[in-house]
């Protein structure tokens, strides 16, 4: 445990084999978004003035954001410190919003019944679970 008794933060990060392959694979849109965006002007180029111009415009649209997702997962796959799509981090810390509720108090009493679903504990009159909000099992 960290100081102060709190469990220290963890964080997955993708291996750099996926990263890697994200990267080439946003490298292949921006090459069919410059195919699109050049086949575009050419079947647009005597349309009227909002499909003449939207249309190649969703190409260059694309390409930017191509672009971008290339170097984002370039960078990742060649990075010792790279950026990490998720926390993992203890529930005590951060509960989860959706689980908040799913312990029945002591007014309400246990039944012995937990979901099949997300485990969370039931009351005996329940038809659905309170926390995921899947339908209780006889």
Same mark, same amino acid.
């Given at each position: 445990?960290?100081?102060?008794? $709190?469990?220290?933060?963890? &964080?997955?990060?993708?291996?750099?084999?996926?990263?890697?392959?994200?990267?080439? #694979?946003?490298?292949?849109?921006?090459?069919?978004?410059?195919?699109?965006?050049?086949?575009?002007?050419?079947?647009?180029?005597?349309?009227?003035?909002?499909?003449?111009?939207?249309?190649?415009?969703?190409?260059?649209?694309?390409?930017?954001?191509?672009?971008?997702?290339?170097?984002? $997962?370039? $960078?990742?796959? &060649?990075?010792?410190?790279?950026?990490?799509?998720?926390?993992?981090?203890?529930?005590?810390?951060?509960?989860?919003?959706?689980?908040?509720?799913?312990?029945?108090?002591?007014?309400?009493?246990?039944? #012995?019944?937990?979901?099949? $679903?997300?485990?969370?504990?039931?009351?005996?009159?329940?038809?659905?679970? &309170?926390?995921?909000?899947?339908?209780? &099992?006889?």
């Amino acid at each position: 445990m960290a100081s102060g008794g $709190h469990m220290p933060r963890y &964080s997955i990060k993708p291996g750099r084999g996926p990263s890697s392959f994200n990267a080439v #694979g946003h490298v292949i849109a921006a090459i069919f978004g410059v195919l699109w965006t050049i086949f575009a002007i050419g079947l647009a180029s005597r349309a009227p003035f909002p499909i003449g111009v939207v249309f190649p415009l969703f190409g260059v649209v694309f390409v930017v954001a191509a672009i971008a997702g290339a170097i984002y $997962h370039a $960078h990742n796959a &060649s990075q010792p410190n790279r950026f990490s799509e998720c926390d993992v981090i203890p529930t005590e810390d951060e509960p989860e919003p959706m689980f908040r509720r799913s312990e029945p108090t002591e007014r309400e009493g246990r039944a #012995g019944k937990y979901c099949t $679903h997300c485990g969370a504990a039931m009351r005996a009159n329940d038809k659905f679970c &309170s926390a995921c909000g899947c339908a209780a &099992s006889v």
